[in-house]
Nanobody, 123 residues
Framework: QVQLVESGGGAVQAGDSLRLSCAAS????????MGWFRQAPGKEREFVAR????????YYADSVKGRFTISRDNAKNTVYLQMNSLKPEDTAVYYC????????????????WGQGTQVTVSS
């Protein structure tokens, strides 16, 4: 089992930045692909970004490309999501997830999930 705990969410103004963290514990493995998802009220959970175990390969949703950066520190078992130039439409609960797949495509291909952290961006 892997436990994931997100932190760093909050309420900010449009144009501000936030950095989310996801700390992994339990049966941790640096070989997991890590991802960030988000869910806004009344909407389905959507993919935001993912990073391979080697920290070489990253992939982003078009809506956040150029504004968000995913990174990981395997020594600390932590994944980060740096969010810049935040927009009101970025408001959502952000979830960290871990997948044993090399290239997980959908949310169901992630094995472990955190409890989420709220990000609220006002205009």
């Amino acid at each position: 089992q892997v436990q994931l705990v997100e932190s760093g969410g909050g309420a900010v103004q449009a144009g501000d930045s936030l950095r989310l963290s996801c700390a992994a514990s339990g049966r941790t493995s640096s070989s997991y692909t890590m991802g960030w998802f988000r869910q806004a009220p009344g909407k389905e959970r959507e993919f935001v970004a993912r990073i391979s175990w080697s920290d070489i390969n990253t992939y982003y949703a078009d809506s956040v490309k150029g504004r968000f950066t995913i990174s990981r520190d395997n020594a600390k078992n932590t994944v980060y999501l740096q969010m810049n130039s935040l927009k009101p439409e970025d408001t959502a609960v952000y979830y960290c997830a871990a997948s044993a797949r090399v290239v997980p495509i959908t949310a169901v291909q992630y094995n472990y999930w955190g409890q989420g952290t709220q990000v609220t961006v006002s205009s």
